[in-house]
C-alpha cells in the first residue's frame, strides 16, 4: 500500500535551518509528483511547493522562493524539504504528499503522518 | 491567486442529520476544455494529516463512504453529509488547483450536536 513515512520532530533556533524527509512506498515514485503543506498551530493548510518525483523540476508558493529547497533521490524514494532562515511564525507541522499533478501541483491523495517543526529561542 | 471561503466557520449537526459545508472560488476553476472543476475537498480529524474525500467536485475516492457527496460547479460547491456519524466529526477543507499555487479553504469544522 501507499505510505508516506517523514522524520522526526525538529527543534530549531531562528535563522537555522531545517531538512524533513519523507520515505514513499508502495508506487513508483516518478510517477507522481511530491507536494509539502504545512500547517501553523490551530490554523489551516498552506501549499509550499511541489516537486516531479519524474524530472526534479520545481514549483514554490511565492512566499517561499529564495528560502526553500526540494528534492528527491530516486534511489532511496525519499523527497526532502529544505527550510532556511528559520522564524517563529515557521513553527509548524509539515505534510508531505503524493501529488497527483504532471506538470504542475494538483491535488494530494496520500499524505505523511506529518512533522512537526518548533523555532525558538 | 485564487481564494477560497468557506461557510459556515463551524456547524453542529444530530447523529443521522444532514451537513452541509459551502466552498466559494474567487474566480472560476470550470476549464472549459474539459469540462472539469479543478476542487477537492479534504477531512481532517484532530492529530492526524488530511485525507482526501473527493476531488474533481464529485468523484469520491475509492473507500469513501457514500454518504458523502459533492456537488456545484465554476465558482460555488458544496460537500454534503447525508446522515452524519460520530466518526465524521472533523474539519473539512477546500482546495482548489485549477491554478498554481493551489490554495485551500480555510475549513469548516464539523461537530455533534
Known amino acids: 500500500q501507499v505510505q508516506l513515512v517523514q522524520s522526526g520532530a525538529e527543534v530549531k533556533k531562528p535563522g537555522a535551518s531545517v531538512k524533513v524527509s519523507c520515505k514513499a512506498s508502495?508506487?513508483?515514485?516518478?510517477?507522481?509528483?511530491i507536494s509539502w503543506v504545512r500547517q501553523a498551530p490551530g490554523q489551516g493548510l498552506e501549499w509550499m511547493g511541489w516537486i516531479s518525483a519524474y524530472n526534479g523540476n520545481t514549483n514554490h508558493a511565492q512566499k517561499f522562493q529564495g528560502r526553500v529547497t526540494m528534492t528527491t533521490d530516486t534511489s532511496t524514494t525519499t523527497a526532502y524539504m529544505e527550510l532556511r532562515s528559520l522564524r517563529s511564525d515557521d513553527t509548524a507541522v509539515y505534510y508531505c504528499?503524493?501529488?497527483?499533478?504532471?506538470?504542475?501541483?494538483?491535488?494530494?491523495?496520500?499524505w505523511g503522518q506529518g512533522t512537526l517543526v518548533t523555532v525558538s529561542s | 491567486d485564487i481564494v477560497m471561503t468557506q461557510s459556515p466557520d463551524s456547524l453542529a449537526v444530530s447523529l443521522g442529520e444532514r451537513a452541509t459545508i459551502n466552498c466559494k472560488s474567487s474566480q472560476s476553476v470550470l476549464y472549459s476544455s474539459n469540462n472539469k472543476n479543478y476542487l477537492a475537498w479534504y477531512q481532517q480529524k484532530p492529530g492526524q494529516p488530511p485525507k482526501l474525500l473527493i476531488s474533481?467536485?464529485?468523484t469520491r475516492e475509492s473507500g469513501v463512504p457514500d454518504r458523502f457527496s459533492g456537488s456545484g460547479s465554476g465558482t460555488d460547491f458544496t460537500l454534503t453529509v447525508s446522515s452524519l456519524q460520530a466518526e465524521d466529526v472533523a474539519v473539512y477543507y477546500c482546495q482548489q488547483y485549477y491554478t498554481t499555487p493551489p490554495t485551500f479553504g480555510p475549513g469548516t469544522k464539523v461537530d455533534i450536536k
Open positions: 474533481w467536485a464529485s
Open positions: 508502495g508506487y513508483t515514485l516518478t510517477s507522481y509528483g
Open positions: 504528499a503524493r501529488d497527483l499533478g504532471y506538470i504542475s501541483s494538483w491535488y494530494f491523495d496520500y
